[in-house]
């Protein structure tokens, strides 16, 4: 579907040489983009078998001080790499971030929405993309993405895995993005 939709076509394209750009031991490197029998895909380095985000809801609860010190340790180093070579993630969840147990290391994937510096648009204005959980307020209003926008989202991990929850809840989209505009997050001593 990907290679029949030019537009993610080039989103793809973008992540594959983005991605390929930033060497860092904590960024999932792309080794090569590949077409074949009408399906395009990513040739990338293998790490870890599961997902932050499945980690997260396979615990269901707040995480040693730790754990969340390494992992942040690692993802603020790889989002340091990336903002010094004019790349803004804007995606930054639990779900895009990889996690090799064993060697207690993470790397950061997903470069489909990134921004570049000097780079080609990809998305028209006013487009927001990256989801809404983990999206700094000012996307919403229509601010341009800069690299604080990749820390808020590292600050809302950080308070999932010191609670267990997210700081902003709703059952719809739309209902997450009122209350990032409109409400502040529990306390969260008053959870954990």
Known sequence: E?????????RFQMEARVASSLRHQNIIQVIDIC????????????????????????????????????VLEQLLSAL??????????????PGNILVDEKKQSIALTDFSVAKVKDGIRITSLGTVL??????????FEGHSADPRVDIYAVGVIL???????PPFRGKTPAEIIRAQ??????NPQSLN
């Open 181 to 186: 505009l409109l409400t502040l997050p529990a």
């Open 35 to 70: 077409c074949s029998d009408g399906l395009v895909y990513l040739v990338m380095e293998l790490h870890g078998p599961r997902s932050l985000q499945d980690i997260i809801d396979h615990r269901r609860g707040p995480f040693p001080v730790g754990y969340i010190v390494n």
């Open 159 to 165: 308070y999932e895995m010191l609670t267990g929850v």
């Open 80 to 93: 340091d790499h990336a903002h010094a070579h004019g790349v803004v993630h804007r995606d930054v969840k």
């Open 130 to 139: 990256g989801t809404v959980e983990y999206m700094a307020p000012e996307l």
């Open 2 to 10: 990907v290679a029949k939709n030019e537009s993610l076509l080039k």
